[in-house]
């Protein structure tokens, strides 16, 4: 058997503090051949981009570091920082989270590229270096690389700017790429471009990828092989298909249960995974997972099992309970049992008003030059012209890229003020035509949950006050105030003792839930949600979309529920509304429009969105949008998809002067409306071979 | 980006031109000139002394919004060595400015200059090397250096430049005056021009540089943990490398904007470090001005600074263009 590439074993990571310190990673074994392509899964905080940065030496100088990495049998433990600097960027390159602080504002992306390449090679002319730095823009896929080599990392969107850095990456032909997270800040569409761009990265250096993500849908479709980590350890190691269809280790097989698929939603519930992943400062004697696990035995709390290979099959598992779920006595199902799930009636929707109704709805924002005379020389145009309904009990989903006016509709419906254009109706209301009087109390009516638990609840508050606050407004009674309290508690599921807790003391997905009864406890008709799941752990996700769909049922609310995860709003929507540059391209009934998408963004959009099954995700064919979102500031005389879209590249030159020319306005379709002159063609983006036709931009 | 600093360049000196005005009113209303010339034995009639202060410009017996008007126009209407009139010693302000500001200049360009680049040194170091011995000294040196008057500063340089000379034998460190009359020769009269200019430097330096290295300081802790940083290490550079490459070139961009208007402070503090070292320069001409009650000297101090302010703030946005890019348009 050849040397692995990259050794790791026995790694234990320890951030020091006072209390004896953070044992971010605990004895963790992998290794990496040549050319492989290897996912690490977890949750945030179970030391998976720990771990790397490790192995990349880049942990901050305080982290206590012990066990043994090689590099082609080289130990990287103990090297100096010089010499480890010589392996890095050389032999393995790594890929960051966030780019758009992943590079120096100051200098040139082409700069930064031709540094990666003067610091390994002190001879390579600075000419010379710069054509390299073009060809690698080009391989990653930016346009018009010529010229983009010269711009500044603010001018680049995020998509590119990750490209920029698989380019740096992949400069000096690496053996190994470390990817810590990279599409997680993207767009699905964005994220499908650059997990592109990473697989056509790995074929031109043949170098081994670790790919470290929280998404089984990302992994599933590219990695050869998955380790699972949670609480610093791994808890499952083997073939991605393995792993997927049968696994051994009961966290991932919560973790898969919970996760919603967009080919499933809406037809199973969601299993939650219920609790937290435990603090690493503090951890408990026998599995971490025993407290979340409904098949603890006794001997799970006292010892905790080692990541064993299976002698038959050499599956890798940290389970005292593998053997019998190998021998399939302990099933996924008995250990994680899907709640009942209500099909849900379709309604008859005839003669019901409906809570909320917009119609030609605008926001633009203008751009003002000049200080002392200002003047408007463009505008933003964030919603532009947009219809939709939401009847009583019932859910829109609105969905789109980051940019597509999603949030600022939702916004535009809390405002409760007259719209630029167009009117917009709650409860059956005019909002324009309120008093102060009437808006205030209109207010109680609707109510928003936001995306980020954190940042939306006032941490200098007690709980209780936080929930409460919408009643002090509206001068509520102490007394009654603190019974409301009590009862929200019990309905999203917290301890009513609870109430005089800080928010710090939660997790996320139960601060969530303080937002939610929050919103709830006016008794509103409708709910906005922010994208209330975004934030979350995925384990954690399933539980409040569970309590979401409930609370909607008994109380017979109805959602506007803004996001941007497709697998989620299938789950839990009854309309869904696709946006696009402001406007609406499809709107209709969710299961119409999953099943037979009319619009070819509403295509892209779904086929941008990773499964999490190896089989399905490695056999479908996809969808690349082309390039970025266009400025909301531009003024598209046509379609203003136009310009990615993969259908306008298959038409006749007169359907295409139709596109370009003529703003398709929504037409009736089936149950759905569609802003598109060629629904009838879409059938050719089935026929065709989408993967000829929408090469990797800069081929 | 040429049109936006002239803009500034503009906006600076609609800001010099009334902060010089308004220096004039309020010396004119605080300044008594006419306290020189009472209780002097034997006493001056007072229609010869309204006569004196009238060609001086400063009669309090004119209105002081009156008197502003005849300063401006005369601002406006005669020679340049007479704009801004005479000071109480009957020498006209221009030429003081003009005999001066090389001497002044002198210190402060090279103070400023020196106290910048020990400053940004220092902080960044200190930053780097965090909470170890080196940082927790320097970090203690400037708050005593802060803290410390200018004066004192000098007082305590100077003791030690006397021991410093008694130990070597003979006066190396002269710190009498800004030069020693009567040297002749070019490379005796540099060397002399060095050692007189030698402590003040060092005094104006090391104040500077005790404020702009904590500022620097605080600027680079922020950049350490940047992604960016990270990005350049995984790129392959070692850590010094990408901390100076790619940290300090961003933790300057704050710095430019800082060191520009700061150079007011310096500027203060220079002008006691004259009066100690007995230097004739603009520093001193100012302090002696606010001594004499001479209002037409201060409003010409005020100007001088003004102008030297508005070059460093223009600077300062020029630099700020040059070190970052986001802002270029």
């Given at each position: 058997?050849?040397?692995?590439?990259?050794?790791?074993?026995?790694?234990?990571?320890?951030?020091?503090?006072?209390?004896?310190?953070?044992?971010?990673?605990?004895?963790?074994?992998?290794?990496?051949?040549?050319?492989?392509f290897?996912?690490?899964?977890?949750?945030?905080?179970?030391?998976?981009?720990?771990?790397?940065?490790?192995?990349?030496?880049?942990?901050?100088?305080?982290?206590?570091?012990?066990?043994?990495?090689?590099?082609?049998?080289?130990?990287?433990?103990?090297?100096?920082?010089?010499?480890?600097?010589?392996?890095?960027?050389?032999?393995?390159?790594?890929?960051?989270?966030?780019?758009?602080?992943?590079?120096?504002?100051?200098?040139?992306?082409?700069?930064?590229i031709v540094?990666?390449l003067?610091?390994?090679d002190?001879?390579?002319?600075?000419?010379?270096?710069?054509?390299?730095?073009?060809?690698?823009?080009?391989?990653?896929?930016?346009?018009?690389?010529?010229?983009?080599?010269?711009?500044?990392?603010?001018?680049?969107?995020?998509?590119?700017?990750?490209?920029?850095?698989?380019?740096?990456?992949?400069?000096?032909?690496?053996?190994?790429?470390?990817?810590?997270?990279?599409?997680?800040?993207?767009?699905?569409?964005?994220?499908?471009?650059i997990?592109?761009?990473?697989q056509?990265?790995?074929?031109?250096?043949?170098?081994?990828?670790?790919?470290?993500?929280?998404?089984?849908?990302?992994v599933?479709?590219n990695?050869?092989?998955?380790?699972?980590?949670?609480?610093?350890?791994?808890?499952?190691?083997?073939?991605?298909?393995?792993?997927?269809?049968?696994?051994?280790?009961?966290?991932?097989?919560?973790?898969?249960?919970?996760?919603?698929?967009?080919?499933?939603?809406?037809?199973?519930?969601?299993?939650?995974?219920?609790?937290?992943?435990?603090?690493l400062?503090?951890?408990?004697?026998?599995?971490?997972?025993?407290?979340?696990?409904?098949?603890?035995?006794?001997?799970?709390?006292?010892?905790?099992?080692?990541?064993?290979a299976?002698?038959?099959?050499?599956?890798?598992?940290?389970?005292?309970?593998?053997?019998?779920?190998?021998?399939?006595?302990?099933?996924?199902?008995?250990?994680?049992?899907?709640?009942?799930?209500?099909?849900?009636?379709?309604?008859?929707?005839?003669?019901?008003?409906?809570?909320?109704?917009?119609?030609?709805?605008?926001?633009?924002?203008?751009?003002?030059?000049?200080?002392?005379?200002?003047?408007?020389?463009?505008?933003?145009k964030?919603?532009?012209?947009?219809?939709?309904?939401?009847?009583?009990?019932?859910?829109?989903?609105?969905?789109?890229?980051?940019?597509?006016?999603?949030?600022?509709?939702?916004?535009?419906?809390?405002?409760?003020?007259?719209?630029?254009?167009?009117?917009?109706?709650?409860?059956?209301?005019?909002?324009?035509?309120?008093?102060?009087?009437e808006?205030?109390?209109?207010?109680?009516?609707?109510?928003?949950?936001?995306?980020?638990?954190?940042?939306?609840?006032?941490?200098?508050?007690?709980?209780?006050?936080?929930?409460?606050?919408?009643?002090?407004?509206?001068?509520?009674?102490?007394?009654?105030?603190?019974?409301?309290?009590?009862?929200?508690?019990?309905?999203?599921?917290?301890?009513?003792?609870?109430?005089?807790?800080?928010?710090?003391?939660?997790s996320?997905?139960?601060?969530?839930?303080?937002?939610?009864?929050?919103?709830?406890?006016?008794?509103?008709?409708?709910?906005?949600?922010?994208?209330?799941?975004?934030?979350?752990?995925?384990?954690?996700?399933?539980?409040?979309?569970?309590?979401?769909?409930?609370?909607?049922?008994?109380?017979?609310?109805?959602?506007?529920?803004?996001?941007?995860?497709?697998?989620?709003?299938?789950?839990?929507?009854?309309?869904?509304?696709?946006?696009?540059l402001?406007?609406?391209?499809?709107?209709?009934?969710?299961?119409e429009?999953?099943e037979?998408?009319?619009?070819?963004?509403?295509?892209?959009?779904?086929?941008?969105?990773?499964?999490?099954?190896?089989?399905?995700?490695?056999?479908?064919?996809?969808?690349?949008?082309?390039?970025?979102?266009?400025?909301?500031?531009?003024?598209?005389?046509?379609?203003?998809?136009?310009?990615?879209?993969?259908?306008?590249?298959?038409?006749?030159?007169?359907?295409?002067?139709?596109?370009?020319?003529?703003?398709?306005?929504?037409?009736?379709?089936?149950?759905?409306?569609?802003?598109?002159?060629?629904?009838?063609?879409?059938?050719?983006?089935?026929?065709?071979?989408?993967?000829?036709?929408?090469?990797?931009?800069?081929? | 980006?040429?049109?936006?600093?002239?803009?500034?360049?503009?906006?600076?000196?609609?800001?010099?031109?009334?902060?010089?005005?308004?220096?004039?009113?309020?010396?004119?209303?605080?300044?008594?000139?006419?306290?020189?010339?009472?209780?002097?034995?034997?006493?001056?009639?007072?229609?010869?002394?309204?006569g004196?202060?009238?060609a001086?410009?400063?009669?309090?017996?004119?209105?002081?919004?009156?008197?502003?008007?005849?300063?401006?126009?005369?601002?406006?209407?005669?020679?340049?060595?007479?704009?801004?009139?005479?000071?109480?010693?009957?020498?006209?302000?221009?030429?003081?400015?003009?005999?001066?500001?090389?001497?002044?200049l002198?210190?402060?360009?090279?103070?400023?200059?020196?106290?910048?680049?020990?400053?940004?040194?220092?902080?960044?170091?200190?930053?780097?090397?965090?909470?170890?011995?080196?940082?927790?000294?320097?970090?203690?040196?400037?708050?005593?250096?802060?803290?410390?008057?200018?004066?004192?500063g000098?007082?305590?340089?100077?003791?030690?430049?006397?021991?410093?000379?008694?130990?070597?034998?003979?006066?190396?460190?002269?710190?009498?005056?800004?030069?020693?009359?009567?040297?002749?020769g070019?490379?005796?009269?540099?060397?002399?021009?060095?050692?007189?200019l030698?402590?003040?430097?060092?005094?104006?330096?090391?104040?500077?540089?005790?404020?702009?290295?904590?500022?620097?300081?605080?600027?680079?802790?922020?950049?350490?943990?940047?992604?960016?940083?990270?990005?350049?290490?995984?790129?392959?550079?070692?850590?010094?490398?990408?901390?100076?490459?790619h940290?300090?070139?961003?933790?300057?961009?704050?710095?430019?904007?800082?060191?520009?208007?700061?150079?007011?402070?310096?500027?203060?503090?220079?002008?006691?470090?004259?009066?100690?070292?007995?230097?004739?320069?603009?520093?001193?001409?100012?302090?002696?001005?606010?001594?004499?009650?001479?209002?037409?000297?201060?409003?010409?101090?005020?100007?001088?600074?003004?102008?030297?302010?508005?070059?460093?703030?223009?600077?300062?946005?020029?630099?700020?263009?040059?070190?970052?890019?986001?802002?270029?348009?």
């Open positions: 058997m050849p040397e692995p590439l990259l050794q790791v074993k026995d790694l234990t990571v320890t951030f020091p503090n006072a209390k004896g310190g953070v044992r971010a990673v605990r004895g963790v074994d992998y290794s990496v051949g040549e050319g492989e290897l996912g690490i899964v977890g949750e945030s905080g179970s030391g998976k981009s720990v771990s790397s940065l490790a192995v990349m030496g880049l942990l901050p100088s305080s982290a206590k570091i012990t066990g043994d990495i090689t590099f082609r049998g080289e130990s990287l433990l103990g090297m100096s920082d010089r010499a480890l600097s010589k392996l890095r960027g050389r032999e393995m390159a790594m890929i960051f989270q966030d780019p758009l602080s992943a590079l120096t504002p100051v200098y040139t992306v082409g700069q930064q540094e990666a003067t610091l390994h002190k001879n390579v002319p600075q000419r010379s270096a710069e054509k390299r730095a073009v060809e690698l823009l080009k391989i990653v896929g930016i346009p018009a690389a010529e010229r983009r080599v010269k711009a500044f990392p603010h001018e680049f969107s995020g998509g590119m700017r990750q490209r920029a850095m698989i380019a740096i990456a992949i400069a000096n032909d690496p053996a190994l790429i470390v990817a810590d997270e990279p599409t997680t800040a993207l767009d699905v569409t964005i994220q499908a471009q997990l592109e761009v990473l056509k990265a790995k074929e031109v250096t043949g170098a081994a990828v670790v790919l470290i993500t929280h998404d089984l849908g990302v599933a479709g990695v050869d092989r998955v380790a699972v980590m949670y609480a610093g350890k791994l808890v499952e190691k083997g073939p991605v298909e393995e792993v997927f269809h049968s696994p051994r280790m009961p966290y991932t097989m919560g973790l898969l249960r919970s996760v919603p698929n967009m080919l499933t939603a809406g037809k199973e519930r969601l299993v939650p995974l219920e609790g937290r992943p435990p603090n400062a503090n951890l408990p004697v026998g599995c971490p997972f025993a407290d979340r696990c409904p098949a603890a035995q006794d001997r799970c709390r006292t010892t905790e099992p080692e990541l064993l299976d002698l038959r099959d050499g599956r890798e598992v940290a389970c005292h309970r593998s053997d019998e779920i190998a021998a399939g006595t302990l099933k996924p199902s008995d250990i994680f049992p899907r709640p009942p799930h209500e099909e849900r009636a379709v309604k008859d929707s005839t003669g019901l008003q409906p809570v909320v109704k917009a119609q030609d709805l605008i926001r633009h924002f203008p751009l003002y030059k000049g200080a002392v005379f200002r003047r408007v020389v463009g505008r933003v964030a919603v532009d012209g947009v219809d939709f309904e939401v009847l009583p009990g019932e859910t829109l989903g609105l969905v789109g890229e980051s940019g597509s006016g999603k949030s600022t509709t939702a916004l535009e419906i809390m405002e409760l003020v007259s719209p630029q254009r167009g009117s917009l109706e709650v409860t059956g209301k005019d909002v324009g035509t309120l008093s102060r009087a808006r205030l109390a209109m207010r109680q009516d609707v109510q928003i949950v936001f995306q980020d638990p954190m940042a939306a609840v006032d941490p200098r508050m007690p709980v209780g006050d936080i929930i409460a606050e919408p009643l002090t407004v509206h001068g509520v009674p102490r007394a009654e105030r603190d019974r409301r309290v009590v009862e929200m508690l019990e309905l999203v599921g917290l301890d009513p003792e609870m109430t005089d807790r800080y928010p710090h003391e939660f996320g997905g139960q601060r969530q839930r303080i937002g939610i009864a929050r919103s709830l406890i006016t008794n509103p008709k409708v709910l906005v949600l922010d994208e209330p799941v975004s934030a979350l752990d995925v384990s954690v996700q399933a539980g409040v979309v569970n309590l979401l769909e409930d609370l909607r049922d008994r109380m017979g609310l109805s959602y506007l529920f803004v996001a941007h995860d497709l697998a989620i709003v299938r789950e839990i929507a009854d309309k869904i509304a696709v946006m696009y402001g406007r609406i391209v499809e709107y209709g009934p969710v299961q429009v999953y037979t998408p009319r619009h070819p963004y509403t295509r892209a959009l779904m086929s941008a969105v990773p499964v999490p099954d190896p089989t399905i995700e490695r056999a479908r064919r996809r969808i690349l949008l082309t390039g970025d979102l266009p400025s909301p500031t531009e003024d598209i005389p046509g379609c203003n998809f136009a310009s990615r879209c993969p259908l306008f590249r298959m038409l006749d030159e007169t359907r295409q002067a139709q596109c370009l020319g003529d703003d398709p306005a929504a037409t009736v379709h089936g149950k759905s409306k569609v802003a598109c002159h060629h629904v009838d063609e879409i059938h050719r983006l089935d026929d065709a071979d989408i993967s000829a036709l929408s090469p990797i931009p800069g081929d | 980006m040429t049109q936006y600093i002239l803009r500034r360049f503009v906006n600076y000196l609609v800001l010099t031109v009334i902060a010089t005005v308004f220096s004039y009113i309020a010396a004119s209303l605080f300044f008594y000139p006419r306290r020189r010339y009472l209780g002097i034995n034997p006493p001056i009639p007072e229609e010869s002394v309204d004196i202060l009238s001086y410009g400063v009669n309090d017996k004119d209105p002081v919004l009156l008197r502003t008007w005849w300063w401006i126009e005369r601002i406006i209407f005669e020679p340049l060595s007479q704009k801004l009139g005479q000071d109480l010693q009957g020498n006209w302000v221009i030429n003081e400015i003009v005999g001066r500001a090389g001497t002044s002198r210190l402060l360009l090279l103070g400023a200059l020196l106290a910048a680049l020990l400053g940004v040194t220092l902080g960044v170091w200190g930053a780097v090397r965090q909470y170890k011995a080196s940082d927790q000294i320097v970090s203690y040196a400037s708050f005593i250096l802060i803290s410390t008057p200018t004066f004192v000098g007082v305590i340089l100077m003791i030690l430049a006397t021991n410093f000379n008694q130990l070597l034998g003979f006066q190396m460190i002269r710190f009498t005056g800004s030069y020693t009359p009567g040297i002749t070019f490379f005796p009269q540099l060397w002399d021009g060095f050692v007189h030698l402590l003040p430097t060092i005094a104006l330096m090391l104040f500077g540089a005790a404020g702009y290295s904590r500022y620097q300081r605080s600027l680079m802790l922020d950049v350490l943990g940047s992604d960016f940083i990270r990005t350049a290490r995984a790129k392959g550079a070692t850590r010094n490398h990408a901390l100076v490459k940290g300090v070139r961003v933790a300057l961009i704050p710095m430019s904007t800082y060191l520009a208007y700061s150079f007011g402070t310096l500027v203060a503090g220079s002008a006691f470090l004259e009066i100690i070292f007995s230097w004739e320069g603009m520093g001193k001409y100012g302090i002696v001005a606010v001594q004499t009650s001479d209002v037409n000297a201060l409003a010409g101090n005020v100007c001088f600074t003004a102008i030297l302010l508005l070059f460093s703030s223009t600077l300062s946005e020029v630099l700020y263009a040059a070190l970052d890019p986001r802002v270029r348009v």
